[in-house]
């Protein structure tokens, strides 16, 4: 009898240190013989510049795509056409997992009984940041006790892995009109609403690299704004009354939020962003198109 076969899929998009990175870590997973896995990286980029860093790797195997058009949904997508086995594994490539993620989440899967388990991703700082992006927790994500059954809006393809199967009949997994991001959220959600249960591995841990260009207050502000951008696609007149009376409120409060700590008037301006985002999208102006940041 065959052991089960995971694909890992990687989208990569002009990030060549930690695209390498990514790859020597995944060389390392532990599996107990239980099952055996292979890696799939799409390229989002025309010019195909990861092909050299992936060709320099052949254990596990890895197979190399590209999706032209720069768009993220598309590039998951690209990336899934070349999956194979049972189950897919999706992690970012700023990411490093630990060297027992792909069997944490195995093992979860089976013994949850789920179609698919997701798991933390903790921050990993190539140098010292600064006291207020670690008092403000600016770069930690939310964590549930192992078992958990998520909702849709605690899910992201940083950290999982899915039954394959659930892909069946459904002919675009991640839509293209979330060019700039928001695409895993509702992959998961029409996959939760088809009857599909998710739930939570504590134990399945990746680090997400933090270089010293994400300290800055714009690349965590730009983030922000991003992120209420892509709440445009589930914004009802009631969300929009929400960020409209939040926005008139953080305004007002900001300039006395300036005589506390700094990532107290840090946390109410990201609060701001994030608001200030979801109005401007909802209203037909997109701030930001792109889905990647840089580093």
């Not at 870590?25 to 990861?50: G, H, I, M, P």
């Not at 958990?148 to 393809?157: E, F, I, K, M, N």
């Not at 300039?255 to 701001?272: A, E, G, Q």
């Amino acid at each position: 009898m065959s052991l089960p076969h995971l694909t890992v899929c990687v989208c990569t998009w002009k990030r060549p240190a930690f695209l390498r990175r990514l790859l020597e870590s995944l060389e390392c997973q532990k599996t107990q013989d239980r099952f055996t896995y292979s890696v799939v990286v799409a390229d989002n980029d025309r010019l195909e510049s990861a092909r050299p860093i992936v060709e320099a790797f052949s254990c596990p195997a890895v197979v190399y795509c590209v999706e032209p058009e720069q768009n993220i949904a598309l590039a998951r997508n690209k990336a899934l056409a070349f999956a194979a086995g049972d189950y897919v594994a999706f992690i970012d490539d700023d990411e490093l997992p630990e060297p027992n993620w792909l069997l944490a989440l195995f093992t979860a899967c089976e013994a949850h009984r789920s179609d698919g388990v997701l798991g933390p991703v903790k921050p990993l700082f190539e140098e010292r940041p600064p006291g207020w992006l670690v008092l403000g927790k600016f770069c930690e994500r939310p964590a549930y006790p192992s078992g958990t059954v998520l909702d849709w809006r605690q899910t992201r393809t940083g950290n999982v892995l899915f039954k394959r199967g659930i892909l069946r009949g459904v002919g675009e997994p991640f839509r293209a009109q979330f060019c700039d991001g928001g695409e895993d959220n509702d992959f998961f959600r029409r996959m939760m609403e088809s009857g599909r249960v998710f739930t939570w591995c504590n134990e399945a841990v990746v680090f997400e690299l933090v270089p010293p260009a994400r300290f800055k207050r714009s690349y965590v502000l730009k983030r922000a704004l991003l992120r209420g951008q892509n709440q445009r696609h589930y914004a009802t007149w009631r969300s929009i009354a929400k960020s409209t009376a939040a926005c008139a409120l953080y305004t007002l409060a900001l300039p006395f939020l300036l005589f506390t700590r700094h990532h107290i008037f840090m946390k109410y301006l990201i609060r701001l962003f994030d608001h200030a985002g979801l109005l401007l999208s909802a209203f037909g102006a997109q701030p930001l198109g792109e889905k990647y940041l840089g580093d």
